[in-house]
Nanobody, 126 residues
Framework: QVQLVESGGGLVQAGGSLRLSCAAS????????MGWFRQAPGKEREFVAA????????SHADSVKGRFIISRDNAKNTVYLQMNSLKPEDTAIYYC???????????????????WGQGTQVTVSS
């Protein structure tokens, strides 16, 4: 059983930056592809970024390409989401998720993911 705990959310002005972290425990972190998703009020959960288990492959949603970067440190059992040039439409609860997979596996939909964190709120003011 993998436990995921997100941190790093908060209130930031448009154009600012935040770095989210997701710390994993209870499993072999390097066995899992990791993803970031977000959900705004009244909207479905949407894909943000994913990274393969060894970090060799990544995928980013078109809406965040060039602004957000996913990375991971397997020695620290942590995945990160660096968010730059934030916009009010980035306001949402951000969730990290984990799924076992090969090193080119970067799922971009929620359904394959087995484990989810509790989420961290990101609010971008205009």
């Amino acid at each position: 059983q993998v436990q995921l705990v997100e941190s790093g959310g908060g209130l930031v002005q448009a154009g600012g930056s935040l770095r989210l972290s997701c710390a994993a425990s209870g499993g072999t972190f390097s066995s899992y592809a990791m993803g970031w998703f977000r959900q705004a009020p009244g909207k479905e959960r949407e894909f943000v970024a994913a990274i393969s288990r060894l970090g060799h492959f990544t995928s980013h949603a078109d809406s965040v390409k060039g602004r957000f970067i996913i990375s991971r440190d397997n020695a620290k059992n942590t995945v990160y989401l660096q968010m730059n040039s934030l916009k009010p439409e980035d306001t949402a609860i951000y969730y990290c998720a984990a799924v076992p997979g090969s090193d080119f596996y970067t799922p971009t939909t929620p359904s394959p993911y087995n484990y989810w964190g509790q989420g961290t709120q990101v609010t971008v003011s205009s």
